[in-house]
């Protein structure tokens, strides 16, 4: 399968706790984003990395929240103190740099669930 | 924030009947990108029409655009079962920032057999 990946695709955590998420893109794509999408809504940009420089952060991603890409390939976003409200559908997505490539792939998502 | 709008939000039709959504948003755009979503699962890219072009075709897929009204319409003809699914439009902007997608909260269709 040479689609996105994600793992765990589902996370259950006491509110406090620490959680990290990783996503493997499509082998080709350099450019890697998170999501986070709540239960009937539209995702929500989180960030977005050309190989491994994280170069958008949005206003959402507080300092609770990091992403890293180190080596330009995987990419994990961990959440520290995890609080009710990071319940959702966290989705990582990859695209190509080629010039007018602008479709992203998305995975199948990490559920977070925060109790 | 949301920038796109879906109408209608939810939509419940026959087999074989056409579908059609709608999906509005508010500042000038690269590219208006559809995508689908099954339940509890990921994103999948349906269609792209860029900036200057005004209709798309892809198999039983018609996109339109009208950037004079900022709207756009997504219609999927001789509907099947397995067209159930929430499907979102997402504009791609410089103003919003280089690359990221801002999507529509979706509209949910469903195909009764």
């Known amino acids: 399968d040479t689609g996105v990946s994600q793992d765990p695709r589902h996370k259950i955590t006491k509110r406090g706790q620490n959680v990290t998420f990783r996503c493997d893109p499509i082998s080709e794509h350099n450019r890697l984003y998170w999501y986070r999408q709540t239960l009937g809504q539209g995702p929500e940009f989180l960030t977005y990395f050309q190989n491994e420089a994280q170069l958008e952060k949005s206003r959402l991603l507080s300092d609770r929240f990091s992403a890293e890409r180190p080596k330009g390939s995987f990419s994990t976003l961990e959440i520290q103190r995890t609080e009710q409200g990071d319940s959702a559908m966290y989705l990582c997505?990859?695209?190509?740099?080629?010039?007018?490539?602008?479709?992203?792939?998305f995975g199948p998502g990490t559920r977070l669930t925060v109790t | 924030s949301q920038q796109g709008e879906e109408d209608p939000q939810a939509l419940s039709i026959q087999e074989g009947e056409n579908a059609t959504m709608n999906c509005s948003y508010k500042t000038s755009i690269n590219n208006l990108q559809w995508y689908r979503q099954n339940s509890g699962r990921g994103l999948v890219h349906l269609i792209l029409?860029?900036?200057?072009?005004r209709e798309k075709h892809s198999g039983r897929l018609r996109v339109t655009l009208d950037t004079s009204k900022k709207s756009s319409s997504l219609l999927i003809t001789a509907s099947r079962a397995a067209d159930t699914a929430s499907y979102f439009c997402?504009?791609?902007?410089?103003?919003?920032?280089?690359?990221?997608?801002?999507f529509g909260q979706g509209t949910r269709l469903t195909i009764n057999p």
């Open positions: 029409i860029r900036s200057n072009e």
């Open positions: 997505a990859s695209s190509s740099l080629d010039r007018g490539s602008y479709e992203q792939y």
């Open positions: 997402a504009t791609h902007s410089i103003i919003q920032g280089a690359q990221k997608l801002v």
